[in-house]
């Protein structure tokens, strides 16, 4: 007996038998990020330019890390109506974490991140090594003190 077979046909029957939009219905209920930030990564050159959609970012609650190909953002997405009471939340809300490895190690003393409309924009720039000439290392004959 072939197991794919029957486990594909029980997988197609889940619509008949609970409905095709069974599942639709608890859209919203469930976050579909995780508690992180969906992001678009960009390459020109040298030049990464990372944009995350973080609708409700508190700037004063927001770290940004980065090290050789990793970028780090940590922080917090709220939203706050005084007087007002949540009755229907589909914007998810409360910490963030993201980490994001980018196509080439970047420098850390260049970064530039911009806040605007909900977007989180990070500008990165590619770390290039330089082509030192090597370096002869002196072995000291402790045998002869």
């Known amino acids: 007996m072939d ?4 486990m594909k046909n029980w997988k197609d029957s889940i619509p008949d038998f609970l409905g095709n939009d069974f599942f639709s219905e608890f859209k919203g209920l469930v976050s579909d ?18 944009t995350l959609s973080l ?13 050789q190909r990793t ?3 940590r922080g917090t997405l709220h939203f706050d109506y005084q007087g007002y009471r949540l009755i229907q939340e ?3 809300q409360g910490t963030i974490k993201r980490s994001i490895e ?4 970047v420098r ?12 989180l924009i990070i500008h990165l720039h590619r770390l290039i090594q ?9 072995v000291k004959n402790l045998d002869d003190v």
Not at 33 to 50: D, L, T, V
Not at 130 to 138: C, E, F, L, W, Y
């Open 3 to 6: 197991r794919s077979g029957s």
């Open 33 to 50: 990020n995780n508690g992180s930030a969906r992001a678009n990564i960009y390459e020109s050159g040298n030049e990464i330019i990372c």
């Open 55 to 67: 609708p409700g970012l508190k700037l004063e609650e927001v770290d940004i890390y980065v090290y």
């Open 71 to 73: 970028l780090e953002i």
């Open 90 to 92: 589909e914007i998810s």
């Open 102 to 105: 980018l196509p080439y190690p």
């Open 108 to 119: 850390d003393d260049m970064v530039d991140a911009t806040y605007r409309n909900g977007i």
């Open 130 to 138: 330089s082509n030192k000439v090597r370096k002869k290392v002196n």
